[in-house]
């Protein structure tokens, strides 16, 4: 499975990522470091309507944090489509049918190669958070850090679950088609959102307020995390079960 892993690898241009990814870590880490939060500047400090002072240079590291988090929320889901795309331009699912050895190792490798990915960019984000709310002035700021944390779990998850419904399906009908039955799948997400912001209720978006959220994290974040841990088991259940349907479809075509 090793030379498997690593064709996907280098199908997505993995070294690449890999550089972006670490020099985009390490110059955040550093303007973090030198610019840390607790050295006040008065051109960047602002007053919140609750008379919190917050210096947004804090802000703009959370920022930056979690664009690394959605970055790799995105590439996840990217991957999927990439790595089958590259297989079938290069023939390899014909050439995996014809070899001695038991199919399911190709799909294993799909899945266990999307699970690497999910855990390199939770890793990656981990990292990153940590070092900007090290480096942040105690208060409001720390709290949005922690709040963003709280919602890490979720997103992985929900990549994974992406993944989850588009494997069996590129698989099973190739690039091309999967990607159409993708994109109209979108498309009908993408309908409903703008139905809703037409007809729908968007008072209710008036009435979140990030403050209380974050307290509330802060309050009960033992309870948070165990919320997120066992919520956490139905998507990887789900992950194995369109593990076990694409296995069932690659046997019936090498059938």
Known sequence: MAGLLYKDFVSVKGKKLCLGYLIYLFVISVLRIVFAGYHEVDEFIVTTERGQTVNLLDAFFLCASAILLIMGACYINLFVQKIVEDDQKNKVMNYMKSMPFEKTTYVASKYVFILICAYVSFTMYTICSIICKAFAKAGVMQDFQDAINTMVLPLIMLALFSAAVELPLFLRLGYEKAMLVKIALWLVLALVAIGYMMFGNLTIFDRIDLQVIA??????????????????????????????????IMAKEVD
């Open 215 to 248: 307290d509330f994290i802060k309050a009960h974040k033992d309870a948070v995390i165990i919320v997120q841990v066992v919520a956490s088991v139905l998507p990887l259940a789900l992950y194995y079960l369109s593990y076990r349907i694409s296995c069932y």
